[in-house]
């Protein structure tokens, strides 16, 4: 049966002021298919009388947030989009070590870090390319909305075919162990470098260090014009000056936000905060406003 204009809307509304993800008119099937495994586990006749229980239970979190994860999308790969990773390795940490050496410390924020291949493929590259950088201050915030992704991403346990998708064989050997259950652990080595917290970019956001990269890849396409204004206004008070903001490859500041100067490494482009008011690793607050 196909679901009732009024529960779709109720959904829209749900997603936006718990995620701010924007569900365009015409979305239905997305709810009816993400939604519709929630409801026959839940043994619910229909998915509209599973959003009936949704609206009435208004105080069951844990029900909320199973829904806010079935709507949302984790797809991720380990060095997703190649680029930025390579403009990471050649041009931009080499800069950035030249600027922090007196401070040796690195703070890199991969915010919407989905099941923690972002933050992994970061560290990864730091861990083999880097060594000087062992005796440094080095620090990588894994943050996202949605508990079960960040419940593999502690676990940093990965499947054949997840490890199959952009992960170098050789730092596959040399990084992971196998499991009993034929997957791989990222060793902790690895592992220890890379911190996960749940956040929710749409709420007010708890004290964070000053950054000096930050990755919010692939998540803002989900969101309107004033929420992306408003989350870019809020990374610049964590960007420590000469910074840098990584976003997906559909993504811009663009028309969004004039204080990033968008700057280009070969095949990538980032960009850099050209009104950065941090000025070390004294900690603010960043509210929704
Ligand atoms: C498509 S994944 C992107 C993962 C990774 N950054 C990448 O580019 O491969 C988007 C992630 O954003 C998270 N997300 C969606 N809305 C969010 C919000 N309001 N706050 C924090 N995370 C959110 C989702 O849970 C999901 O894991």
């Given at each position: 049966?196909?679901?009732?204009?009024?529960?779709?809307?109720?959904?829209?509304?749900?997603?936006?002021?718990?995620?701010?993800?924007?569900?365009?008119?015409?979305?239905?099937?997305?709810?009816?298919?993400?939604?519709?495994?929630?409801?026959?586990?839940?043994?619910?006749?229909?998915?509209?009388?599973?959003?009936?229980?949704?609206?009435?239970?208004?105080?069951?979190?844990?029900?909320?947030?199973?829904?806010?994860?079935?709507?949302?999308?984790?797809?991720?790969?380990?060095?997703?989009?190649?680029?930025?990773?390579?403009?990471?390795?050649?041009?931009?940490?080499?800069?950035?070590?030249?600027?922090?050496?007196?401070?040796?410390?690195?703070?890199?924020?991969?915010?919407?870090?989905?099941?923690?291949?972002?933050?992994?493929?970061?560290?990864?590259?730091?861990?083999?390319?880097?060594?000087?950088?062992?005796?440094?201050?080095?620090?990588?915030?894994?943050?996202?909305?949605?508990?079960t992704v960040l419940t593999q991403a502690k676990q940093g346990i990965y499947s054949q075919l997840e490890v199959n998708r952009?992960?170098?064989?050789?730092?596959?050997?040399?990084?992971?162990?196998?499991?009993?259950?034929?997957?791989?652990?990222?060793?902790?080595?690895?592992?220890?470098?890379?911190?996960?917290?749940?956040?929710?970019?749409?709420?007010?956001?708890?004290?964070l260090p000053a950054f000096d990269l930050v990755f919010i890849r692939n998540v803002m396409i989900y969101f309107d014009i004033?929420?992306?204004?408003?989350?870019?206004?809020?990374?610049?008070?964590?960007?420590?000056?000469?910074?840098?903001?990584?976003?997906?490859?559909?993504?811009?500041?663009?028309?969004?936000?004039?204080?990033?100067?968008?700057?280009?490494?070969?095949?990538?482009?980032?960009?850099?905060?050209i009104s950065s008011s941090r000025k070390g690793a004294a900690a603010a607050l960043s509210t929704a406003n």
């Amino acid at each position: 049966m196909p679901l009732s204009s009024e529960n779709f809307e109720f959904i829209r509304s749900f997603a936006y002021s718990s995620a701010a993800i924007v569900l365009e008119p015409g979305k239905e099937y997305l709810v009816d298919t993400r939604l519709s495994p929630l409801a026959d586990q839940g043994g619910f006749d229909s998915l509209d009388d599973f959003i009936h229980k949704l609206r009435r239970d208004r105080a069951n979190t844990l029900f909320h947030d199973q829904v806010i994860d079935a709507l949302t999308t984790n797809e991720t790969s380990f060095f997703r989009d190649f680029h930025p990773y390579e403009a990471l390795r050649h041009q931009i940490l080499p800069q950035l070590i030249e600027q922090r050496r007196t401070s040796r410390r690195l703070m890199i924020w991969s915010a919407a870090s989905s099941t923690g291949q972002e933050p992994y493929s970061i560290a990864l590259l730091i861990k083999e390319y880097f060594p000087e950088l062992a005796s440094w201050n080095v620090s990588i915030l894994g943050t996202d909305l949605s508990s079960t992704v960040l419940t593999q991403a502690k676990q940093g346990i990965y499947s054949q075919l997840e490890v199959n998708r952009g992960l170098p064989a050789p730092l596959l050997i040399k990084h992971f162990s196998k499991t009993e259950n034929n997957k791989w652990a990222i060793k902790d080595e690895v592992k220890k470098l890379v911190e996960f917290r749940q956040m929710n970019l749409n709420k007010p956001w708890p004290i964070l260090p000053a950054f000096d990269l930050v990755f919010i890849r692939n998540v803002m396409i989900y969101f309107d014009i004033e929420t992306k204004k408003n989350i870019l206004k809020r990374i610049r008070n964590c960007l420590l000056p000469h910074g840098y903001l990584f976003l997906g490859s559909a993504e811009t500041t663009v028309n969004l936000d004039a204080e990033y100067k968008p700057v280009t490494f070969n095949r990538t482009v980032v960009y850099e905060s050209i009104s950065s008011s941090r000025k070390g690793a004294a900690a603010a607050l960043s509210t929704a406003n």
